[in-house]
């Protein structure tokens, strides 16, 4: 069995940063994921980074961002991400990141409903992609093992203690285990549920729910306002601080935040000439998905759930708590989208979602590295013992009775988009009949089956929208 000071699972940038600080604490970190190594730079790229560097402190950032969230923002919380945001700047910066910059050659800054200073800096339609970049840059630079098309089935738990894990290679249809001193959840968000689980299919959050995390910020839901009617394209807001407009339909000018009777479209007829090398991946998307010309016609919106924010509670280390953050998930972290910190609140800020990724992310696995090096691995009987319980669950998929595993993912989605308020009971009684109902495949292979894949996050997903139901 293989044993590791510090598992990680995930591969977008609270993954790679939480990797970099454990190793640098002077650990051996490993990286698995169930995508390839760059798969976390296809990320949906909603803004840039919020970053409050032409203030004089950070206060005006910790304020519109409890504003935005509400009395249930954590405020504590709120002050220490926000006022962390030079620091993160400057290490990427340090790192090689390139930012899009204004003249005298300070980042430019865009703005953002609900911010009342220009503070989301980054690099176009591109942020994402480019800071994931860098991140891996830094990974591969200090030798971190990553491993990928490895599919985490469970944590391995021994009275609140984190043991290890269990995992599927994708590719050989293996199921083994690995034991570790600690774990990172620091996956994507769950915002496929609506969708396609590709989007997002949320397994850090799904493997908190299995081990008996209380989940937090469920009901907290934002929607992305910049989505291409009828597609999953989701846009950069940052696009409206360089030409882009955001209208009714009649062509009266709205904010993102602003209600409107009518369907909304994006202009882009007046985007500056020098924002179009920044925003020339989002053009050719747009050409390519709706065969509409953006410097022509205006592209029509709509809303759509591009990322969550719900998840398992953490303290400022990143430790997975639990009875109000009194007590600890023993050896458990989470990050980026696996987490909560309650910094959200009941609305969102945008930028911050990219700026919390990083600091949760190096905030886990600094406290993670550190903590590992005092404790001794353990509980291996338990990881066996949670391996054959596994592998007599995924054998159920390949029963020759059930349904097609495809229609009960639809399905599943079906009852997400659906749900409101109004009508608790009927989605919950919709979610326990799936739950029930044998999943089967139509691909009994072992290697590189998809459908396997695609079974083990449907079932991973009825504990999530549960979740979302019983908070909401």
Not at 47 to 58: C, K, L, Q, T, W
Not at 83 to 111: C, H, K, M, Y
């Amino acid at each position: 069995m293989e044993s590791w000071d510090v598992v990680i699972i995930g591969s977008g940038p609270a993954a790679l940063r939480a990797a970099i600080a454990s190793s640098d604490a002077g650990t051996k970190p490993i990286v698995i994921d169930s995508g390839s190594v760059g798969s976390g730079t296809g990320a949906a790229p909603v803004s840039g980074i919020a970053i409050s560097f032409d203030e004089v402190d950070s206060t005006a950032h910790r304020d519109d961002t409890i504003s935005a969230g509400g009395e249930s923002s954590d405020k504590s919380v709120v002050a220490r991400v926000c006022g962390e945001g030079i620091n993160v700047l400057a290490q990427l910066e340090n790192w090689g990141l390139v930012l899009q910059r204004r003249d005298g050659g300070l980042p430019f800054a865009s703005t953002g409903h609900g911010h009342t200073w220009p503070r989301l800096v980054g690099c176009g339609d591109s942020t994402t992609r480019e800071v994931t970049r860098i991140l891996e840059e830094q990974v591969m630079k200090r030798g971190i093992v990553r491993r990928t098309d490895l599919q985490v089935i469970s944590l391995v738990m021994d009275n609140k203690q984190a043991r290890g894990i269990t995992v599927l290679n994708l590719q050989s249809g293996e199921l083994f285990g690995i034991q570790a001193k600690a774990v990172i959840l620091a996956t994507d968000g769950y915002q496929g549920l609506w969708n396609n689980f590709a989007e997002g299919s949320g397994t850090g959050v799904a493997l908190a729910a299995s081990a008996g995390v209380k989940l937090e910020g469920m009901s907290n839901i934002p929607k992305h306002k910049l989505t291409v009617r009828g597609t999953n394209l989701h846009l950069p807001l940052d696009i409206l601080s360089s030409g882009g407009r955001y209208r009714t339909e009649s062509g009266e000018d709205l904010l993102p935040g602003e209600k409107s009777d009518e369907g909304c479209v994006l202009d882009l007829r007046s985007l500056d000439s020098g924002a179009k090398i920044w925003y020339s991946q989002t053009i050719r998307r747009i050409e390519e998905r709706t065969g509409l010309d953006p410097m022509l016609d205006v592209i029509p919106l709509m809303e759509s759930v591009a990322f969550t924010l719900g998840g398992a509670p953490i303290d400022d280390n990143g430790r997975v708590t639990f009875k109000s953050e009194t007590m600890w998930f023993t050896g458990l972290y989470a990050a980026g989208r696996s987490a909560n910190t309650g910094m959200h609140g009941e609305g969102y800020l945008s930028g911050n979602l990219q700026l919390e990724d990083l600091v949760t992310g190096e905030s886990a696995g600094l406290h993670a590295g550190n903590w590992s090096k005092t404790m001794q691995f353990g509980g291996s009987d338990k990881i066996t013992q949670e391996l054959a319980k596994m592998d007599k669950k995924i054998s159920k998929y390949y029963s020759s009775t059930g349904m097609p595993v495809g229609e009960i993912s639809n399905k599943l989605s079906t009852v997400a988009r659906n749900h409101n308020s109004n009508n608790i009971n009927s989605t919950l009684s919709s979610i326990k009949e799936l739950k029930t109902t044998q999943i089967s495949l139509t691909d009994n292979s072992k290697v590189m089956n998809m459908e396997l894949l695609q079974a083990i996050q449907t079932n991973a997903m009825f504990s999530i929208l549960e979740s979302i139901v019983k908070t909401g």
